[in-house]
C-alpha cells in the first residue's frame, strides 16, 4: 500500500464486493487517465486543458445520456464503461466535474496562499473519490460524508507532506504560502534541500521541521476525525477504509520519525507494514488514541 498519486485508491481490491469492483475499476480509469492528462508526459498547458475539456464533452454526453463518442476515440475506452457504471449504480456526475475542475486548476496554479485555498482544492481533488464510493456502498447521509471528506483530504495532505521534494521538481508547492511566512521558511529551503546535491542550510532545520510537524498534525487529525466511518461501513468496506486510514496514520509517523527530512528519504510503507496495519485496522480503540499524537 501506498499513499500517494491515485495509489490510495481502492482498485477493485479483494476486500471490496464483487459486485463493486468493476464500478470501482472505471471510476479509477477515469481519474488516473484524467489526472494523467494534467501531471504526465510533455504536453504544452493549453493543450492540457484541451484534452481536459474532451473530458468535459465527454461527461456531458452521459448527463444527457448519449454517448457519441467514436470508437477510435481514446476516450472511449474511459467513458463507454463509465457510463455505465453511472447508469447501473444511480452516481452523480458533480462529483467526476470537481474532479475534473482539480485537474485543470493542476496545470493553472502552482502556489497556495492559505489553508482556505487548499483544502478547496482538496475538496475537488480528493473528496469527490470517497463521495463517490459512498454512493456505491449506499450510505450518502451528511454524517458520513463529512467523515469520507475528512479522510480524502487527510489522505491528499499527507500524500502532499511526503511529496514535497516531488512537487517542487514539478514547479509546485502545496505548503501555504501564509504557513511558510509564519514559520520563516522560504522557497530557497525547498530548492536548495530538493537540489541533487542537497545539503542542510545552517539555521533553518528547526522553522521547518516546526512547519511540517503542524502540516502533518492537521492531517493526522482529519484521518482521525473520518475513522469512525470505517467502523459504520460494513463487513469488508469498512475493514478496506480502515487499511487506508492506517496507511496514511503510518505515513504521517513515518514523517515524525524522519523529523519532516523528506527530502533525504520519502517515506513510504513496506510489506513489513502489512502486519501493522491489519492489527492496527481490527485493534480496540486504545490504539487509535496511541496514534493521535506524534
Known sequence: MAVDHYENFPVASVLLPRR???????????ARSADDIADEGTALPHERLEQLAGYRSALAQIENGRLTLADADPRHAVFRPLMGTIQRHKLPVAPFYDLLSAFEQDVQKSRYTCDDELLDYCSRSANPVGRLMLHLYDRVDPASLAQSDAVCS????????????????????????????????????????SSANAYKPEGD???????????VAQARLMLLQGLPLASRLPGRIGLELK?????????????????????????TLKKSDWILLV???LAARPAVRHLARP
Open 154 to 193: 487527510g489522505l491528499q495532505l499527507t500524500n502532499f507532506w511526503q511529496d514535497v521534494a516531488i512537487d517542487w521538481r514539478k514547479d509546485r508547492v502545496y505548503l501555504p504560502q501564509d504557513k511558510l511566512r509564519q514559520h520563516g521558511v522560504d522557497e530557497h529551503y525547498i530548492a536548495t534541500r
Open 205 to 215: 532545520d528547526r522553522a521547518w521541521q516546526s512547519l511540517m510537524r503542524e502540516q
Open 243 to 267: 487499511l487506508v486510514i492506517h496507511g496514511g496514520l503510518r505515513i504521517l509517523q513515518r514523517l515524525d520519525e524522519l523529523h519532516y527530512d523528506i527530502f533525504f528519504q520519502r517515506p
Open 20 to 30: 463493486l469492483r468493476g464500478a470501482v475499476r472505471d471510476i479509477y480509469r477515469f
Open 279 to 281: 492489527w492496527r485496522a
